[in-house]
C-alpha cells in the first residue's frame, strides 16, 4: 500500500504528464496533502483520482513536482536510483562505443534523474545538482553511482560538486562548490590537482573542473567538431570564441593550412595555448579579440584570409524575453563571417540556447544571407552530442544546433 502524500492537478496537466512531460507547475495544482515537506516525493492524481505518476516536489519552486515515475509499484529506496543509474551508463557505453572515459554520465530529465548532471572526465565525477528532490537524497545518490561506476570497471577517484549555478536559488538552493567525501575519494584534505588531462576525438585537453567553466569542458559539441574538422583539409580557419580551443584543434588535425583561435577571454587563449602545446599543433595561432570587433575589421580591410569560419558562441540567451535580442546577435556575427567568405567558403555555426529554436535559428540563418547577398547550402544539421540525448517528450532537452553550410 503507498503511503506517499497526494497532489491533485487540472486536466491541463494530467495531459501533459500522460503526454509524457515531467514538469507540473505550482498554478496547475487544485489540491495537495498537509505538510509536504520540501524534496519530498509525492504522488501526482487527476481531478478524476486517477494516478499519474510520482515526483519531487518543492514548493518554492515554480516546477512544483517534477515527475520521476510513472509505475505506481516503483518504491523510490537506493535500488531504485541504482537502476536508473546502471540505465544512464549501459545507454552511454552504447552510443559512444564502450568508452565512458569522457562524457556526460547523467543529464537530468533525459535520465529521469530531474536537475542532476554528472560529467565524466576519466576517474573525476563533476556534478551539478539544481532540485531540491535530488538534494535532499545527495548521500544516497552518490554512493549510488560510485557503486554503480565501480561495479562496471570504472576507477573513480573525485567527486567534485559545482552547485555554483544561479539556476539552483530558483529551488531555494545556495550555491557551493567542493569535493564531496566517500569511501575511496580524494578529499580537499589531500590536496589534490584541479586538473585532469582528458582525450576526445584523439586530442588531449587539460580541464580544470573547479575553475573551468560550467563542469570544465564542454562535452556537447564533441562530434560536431568531428563534422567540422571533416571539410578543414588545405583551409585557412578562423575559429571565433575558441574556450579550450576544441573546434580549432579538431581542424588542425584533419590538414587545415592555417587555423586562427579566437576568445576575449586572456585566460581561455593561455589554456587554449596551453592544450595546443600538449598535442603538439604547429599550425594554430592565437588572437584575443572580441568576435563582433575582429569581423568588423576584417571586412573593412577587404581581408579575404580565410575561407572557413567557426561561430561557437556562448548562449545570448537563456529566457523568452531575450529571444529578439539574441536573434539579433546571432544574425550579427553571421553576417559578418557570410561577408567575409569567399564563394564556395564554409561557415560552421552554433546556438546553445534552447529558446533559440532551430526553426528561429533557420530563419536566422536565411535573413543573414539575404542581408549579405548570398546563398547558402546545408551540408549537415546537428545537436548535442548523443551523451546529451533529447527525449522526445521533453522539448527543453534539446537546445544545441549545429550547422555546417557553403556560401554559394
Same mark, same amino acid.
Given at each position: 500500500m503507498r503511503t506517499l502524500k497526494k497532489v491533485v492537478v487540472n486536466k491541463k496537466a494530467e495531459q501533459s504528464i !500522460?503526454?509524457?512531460?515531467?514538469?507540473? /507547475?505550482?498554478?496547475?495544482?487544485?489540491?495537495?496533502?498537509?505538510a509536504i515537506e520540501g524534496g519530498e516525493i509525492v504522488d501526482v492524481f487527476s481531478s478524476k483520482n486517477r494516478f499519474l505518476g510520482s515526483g519531487f516536489f518543492n514548493s518554492v519552486s515554480k516546477i512544483t513536482v517534477r515527475i520521476i515515475s510513472t509505475n505506481a509499484n516503483d518504491t523510490f529506496d537506493r535500488s531504485f536510483f541504482e537502476r536508473r543509474f546502471g540505465y544512464a551508463v549501459e545507454y552511454r557505453k552504447s552510443c559512444l562505443g564502450g568508452n565512458i572515459d569522457c562524457c556526460r554520465l547523467v543529464f537530468g530529465d533525459s535520465d529521469f534523474l530531474p536537475g542532476l548532471i554528472v560529467d565524466k572526465f576519466g576517474s573525476c565525477l563533476v556534478t551539478q545538482i539544481m532540485s531540491l528532490g535530488i538534494e535532499k537524497r545527495k548521500d544516497m545518490l552518490?554512493?549510488?553511482?560510485?557503486?554503480?561506476? !565501480?561495479r562496471n570497471g570504472e576507477k573513480i577517484t573525485v567527486l567534485y560538486e559545482r552547485n555554483d549555478v544561479a539556476v539552483r536559488a530558483k529551488e531555494g538552493l545556495e550555491l557551493s562548490k567542493g569535493y564531496y567525501e566517500y569511501e575511496g575519494l580524494l578529499?580537499?584534505?589531500?590536496?589534490? *590537482? *584541479?586538473?585532469?588531462?582528458? *582525450?576526445?576525438?584523439?586530442?588531449? /585537453?587539460?580541464?580544470?573542473y573547479i575553475k573551468g567553466q560550467k563542469t570544465g569542458f564542454f562535452l556537447d559539441q564533441r562530434f560536431n567538431r568531428l563534422c567540422a574538422a571533416s571539410v578543414a583539409k588545405g583551409k585557412t580557419v578562423l575559429d571565433c570564441f575558441t574556450h579550450t580551443g576544441a573546434f580549432a584543434f579538431n581542424c588542425a588535425k584533419a590538414g587545415a593550412e592555417r587555423v586562427t583561435a579566437v576568445d576575449i577571454s586572456h585566460e581561455a587563449i593561455r589554456?587554449?595555448? !596551453?592544450?595546443?602545446?600538449?598535442?603538439?599543433?604547429?599550425?594554430?595561432?592565437?588572437l584575443c579579440e572580441d568576435v563582433f570587433e575582429l569581423l568588423t575589421r576584417l571586412y573593412n580591410e577587404k581581408d579575404r584570409t580565410y575561407n572557413y569560419i567557426i561561430l561557437d558562441p556562448p548562449a545570448f540567451t537563456k529566457s523568452r524575453s531575450t529571444v529578439t535580442a539574441a536573434y539579433n546577435g546571432y544574425k550579427e556575427i553571421n553576417l559578418k563571417a557570410m561577408r567575409l567568405l569567399p564563394r564556395g567558403g564554409w561557415l560552421a555555426t552554433?546556438?546553445? *540556447?534552447?529558446?533559440m529554436t532551430d526553426a528561429l535559428f533557420r530563419k536566422m540563418l536565411a535573413d543573414a544571407a539575404h542581408d549579405a547577398g548570398v546563398s547558402v547550402r546545408i551540408a549537415e544539421y546537428r545537436q548535442q552530442s548523443c551523451d546529451h540525448p533529447v527525449l522526445l517528450t521533453v522539448p527543453e532537452t534539446q537546445y544545441l544546433k549545429f550547422y555546417l553550410v557553403q556560401i554559394v
Amino acid at each position: 500500500m503507498r503511503t506517499l502524500k497526494k497532489v491533485v492537478v487540472n486536466k491541463k496537466a494530467e495531459q501533459s504528464i !500522460r503526454n509524457g512531460h515531467p514538469w507540473v /507547475y505550482g498554478e496547475e495544482i487544485t489540491f495537495t496533502d498537509d505538510a509536504i515537506e520540501g524534496g519530498e516525493i509525492v504522488d501526482v492524481f487527476s481531478s478524476k483520482n486517477r494516478f499519474l505518476g510520482s515526483g519531487f516536489f518543492n514548493s518554492v519552486s515554480k516546477i512544483t513536482v517534477r515527475i520521476i515515475s510513472t509505475n505506481a509499484n516503483d518504491t523510490f529506496d537506493r535500488s531504485f536510483f541504482e537502476r536508473r543509474f546502471g540505465y544512464a551508463v549501459e545507454y552511454r557505453k552504447s552510443c559512444l562505443g564502450g568508452n565512458i572515459d569522457c562524457c556526460r554520465l547523467v543529464f537530468g530529465d533525459s535520465d529521469f534523474l530531474p536537475g542532476l548532471i554528472v560529467d565524466k572526465f576519466g576517474s573525476c565525477l563533476v556534478t551539478q545538482i539544481m532540485s531540491l528532490g535530488i538534494e535532499k537524497r545527495k548521500d544516497m545518490l552518490f554512493s549510488a553511482l560510485i557503486d554503480t561506476l !565501480r561495479r562496471n570497471g570504472e576507477k573513480i577517484t573525485v567527486l567534485y560538486e559545482r552547485n555554483d549555478v544561479a539556476v539552483r536559488a530558483k529551488e531555494g538552493l545556495e550555491l557551493s562548490k567542493g569535493y564531496y567525501e566517500y569511501e575511496g575519494l580524494l578529499t580537499e584534505k589531500d590536496s589534490p *590537482s *584541479s586538473e585532469i588531462t582528458i *582525450s576526445e576525438n584523439g586530442i588531449k /585537453y587539460v580541464v580544470d573542473y573547479i575553475k573551468g567553466q560550467k563542469t570544465g569542458f564542454f562535452l556537447d559539441q564533441r562530434f560536431n567538431r568531428l563534422c567540422a574538422a571533416s571539410v578543414a583539409k588545405g583551409k585557412t580557419v578562423l575559429d571565433c570564441f575558441t574556450h579550450t580551443g576544441a573546434f580549432a584543434f579538431n581542424c588542425a588535425k584533419a590538414g587545415a593550412e592555417r587555423v586562427t583561435a579566437v576568445d576575449i577571454s586572456h585566460e581561455a587563449i593561455r589554456e587554449s595555448e !596551453r592544450n595546443c602545446e600538449l598535442n603538439g599543433f604547429d599550425n594554430v595561432d592565437f588572437l584575443c579579440e572580441d568576435v563582433f570587433e575582429l569581423l568588423t575589421r576584417l571586412y573593412n580591410e577587404k581581408d579575404r584570409t580565410y575561407n572557413y569560419i567557426i561561430l561557437d558562441p556562448p548562449a545570448f540567451t537563456k529566457s523568452r524575453s531575450t529571444v529578439t535580442a539574441a536573434y539579433n546577435g546571432y544574425k550579427e556575427i553571421n553576417l559578418k563571417a557570410m561577408r567575409l567568405l569567399p564563394r564556395g567558403g564554409w561557415l560552421a555555426t552554433c546556438s546553445c *540556447s534552447h529558446f533559440m529554436t532551430d526553426a528561429l535559428f533557420r530563419k536566422m540563418l536565411a535573413d543573414a544571407a539575404h542581408d549579405a547577398g548570398v546563398s547558402v547550402r546545408i551540408a549537415e544539421y546537428r545537436q548535442q552530442s548523443c551523451d546529451h540525448p533529447v527525449l522526445l517528450t521533453v522539448p527543453e532537452t534539446q537546445y544545441l544546433k549545429f550547422y555546417l553550410v557553403q556560401i554559394v
